[in-house]
């Protein structure tokens, strides 16, 4: 089945900073690929997605890029601001994995004021 | 529209005993999904459901069942509760079912076994 690997586990920034993390997958085969937020106590949220016929989304200060080769992801975060603070998840779906997102461990990013 | 909703929000069970979990779907939503979340495996795939079947099962033990109503409305079952269920269950609702679309979660169920 499908493997998501998520680095960095932690990832500590300074107000205006840029975040990266970076998920790498197993099945390529897959082709749908979410990233969400998730605030300590609250349900995970969707932030950005992107699909395999795409190499890289943007919206405002989040934008994720695809590399179907080398089968990563990554989500890149501009200008942080402490409200970013969160428990980052990538994930993955399609393929043989249809109808289920497999998850990433996630990313816990704190920006420092 | 409403979000998806999950009842009831807590839950404290003692070990050998079983538990529901229910989930509305975001309306007009017809495929929803659970998943356990834990700090030492994050979130796992347990089923999804379209339109009152199963397409799709994690590597669960069979203790774990869900079933899907006519409504879209979901229902999870654990039985003979272990210490290890101890979870954040979590659904998540998608509008058609479909191979890649968005997925949103409900606030959760914080099931403890004790």
């Known amino acids: 089945g499908e493997n998501v690997e998520q680095h960095p586990s932690t990832l500590s920034v300074q107000e205006g900073d840029s975040a990266v993390i970076k998920c790498t997958y197993s099945d390529s085969a897959s082709n749908y690929f979410p990233w969400y937020k998730q605030e300590l106590g609250k349900r995970p949220q969707l932030i950005i997605d992107i699909r395999s016929n795409v190499g890289e989304k943007k919206d405002q200060r989040i934008a994720v890029t695809l590399n179907k080769t080398a089968k990563h992801f990554s989500l890149h975060i501009t200008e942080t601001q402490p409200e970013d603070s969160a428990v980052y998840f990538c994930a993955a779906s399609g393929g043989g994995s249809n109808y289920k997102l497999t998850f990433g461990k996630g990313t816990l990013l704190t920006v420092n004021p | 529209k409403a979000g998806v909703t999950q009842t009831p929000r807590y839950l404290i069970k003692t070990r050998g005993q079983q538990v529901t979990l229910s989930c509305s779907p975001i309306s007009g939503h017809r495929s929803v999904s659970w998943y356990q979340q834990t700090p030492g495996q994050g979130l796992q795939f347990l089923f999804e459901?379209?339109?009152?079947?199963?397409?799709n099962k994690g590597n669960f033990p069979g203790r774990f069942s869900g079933r899907q109503f006519s409504n879209s409305r979901s229902e999870m079952n654990v039985s003979t509760l272990e210490l290890g269920d101890s979870a954040l269950y979590l659904c998540?609702?998608?509008?058609?079912?479909?191979?890649?679309?968005?997925?949103?979660f409900g606030p959760g169920t914080r099931l403890t076994v004790t």
């Open positions: 998540a609702s998608s509008a058609t079912g479909a191979v890649t679309y968005e997925q949103y």
């Open positions: 459901y379209f339109s009152e079947t199963q397409r």
